[in-house]
Structures are given as C-alpha cells and as structure tokens.
C-alpha cells in the first residue's frame, strides 16, 4: 500500500487533533509529529493554523458551505432544501463544537484565530450569510413570504443545530431527545411555517 501524501496525512492529523484536544491545545508541531513529517513540510503546505482548521472544515466535516453555495431558488421543495441545511448543519457543528471550544479559554489565542480566519475570508458567520442568501433568492421566487425576516430564519435554523451540538454534549451518552433526521425535518417544518 502506497504511503498518503504528506499533506493528506498533515490534515488527518489535524483533524484527529482538533477533534480530541481541541483547537487551543493542537500545535503544529504536534500535528507535524502525529503525520510524520516536520514542521516546516506542515508549513509549506499551511502558511498558518488558521488555513490548516478552515482546510479541515472544508474537506473533513460535513460539506454545510458546500450545500449552501448548491442551494437555488426554486429547485426542490424549501422545505426539503432546508431540512437538508438543518441536517448537515447539526452533524458540522457536532464535530466543529469539541474543536472550537477550547479557544474561549484562551481570549488572545481566541482573537488570533479571528483575525486569522478573517483573513482567509472565512468564519461562522458565512454560513449564516448563505442560508440567507438562499432564503432572499426563494422570497424573489414566491416561495418565501415578502415580510419574512430571510436574516432571523437563517440565524434560527443555525442557531438551533449549534445549541443542539452545545446542549446535549454533556448529557450522558450526548444523546438529544430526538434523532438527527427527526430534528431536522421538524426543525424545517417549523421554521418555514412561520416565513411561507
């Protein structure tokens, strides 16, 4: 069996990493070592931890931004096309909540972070944004009332999967009163009942 890529293993790595000891406490130096490589091959590839967490967001979690930039007015039912959003966007912050956490522990690593994923253009208001821009779309289509607030509904349903992440994490066995399918179609339903 061929050996993976230095970079492939650099992001897996990470990944592990973020997920087990979250984002404050991985050091590139850790990542280098658990991937085999050093730490300046880590560099070549990652001018930066920031680039290396938004890499591992973009190609190792639940594809959410992906989903959003797909979505267009008038395909699908909104109804449908929001219970996907809802879905992918509780299984991405699921995985993204352990990770991120551990940095407001740290208020200077914190605003380092910020200011390094504002840089990359990137951050967790984008998916806000998107759904947004989704609803805006769908409201000059009909399909969402004229009044609806697309702002507020967008930041409800994201709202909604973050806590859900957040919530039930420290629950014994981290199981929410509802399985994932069943929140998010009700959470869809529920939404767009109040903006269609």
Known sequence: MEPKPARVRIVDAAHELMGSIGLARTTTKEIARAAGCSEAALYKYFPSKEELFVTVLKERLPKLGGLLDGLTAGEGGVEANLTEVARQ???????????????????????RHEQGLRELGAGPHLPIQGLDAYLRAEQRAGRVRADADTYAAASLLLGACAQRAFAYDALPGGTPPQP?????????????????
């Open 89 to 111: 966007a509780a299984l991405f912050y699921e995985q993204t909540f352990p990770m991120a956490a551990s940095l407001y522990a740290e208020p200077q690593l914190k605003r």
């Open 180 to 196: 994932l399918d069943a929140f998010a179609a009700s959470l869809a339903r529920t939404l767009l009942a109040g903006i269609s």
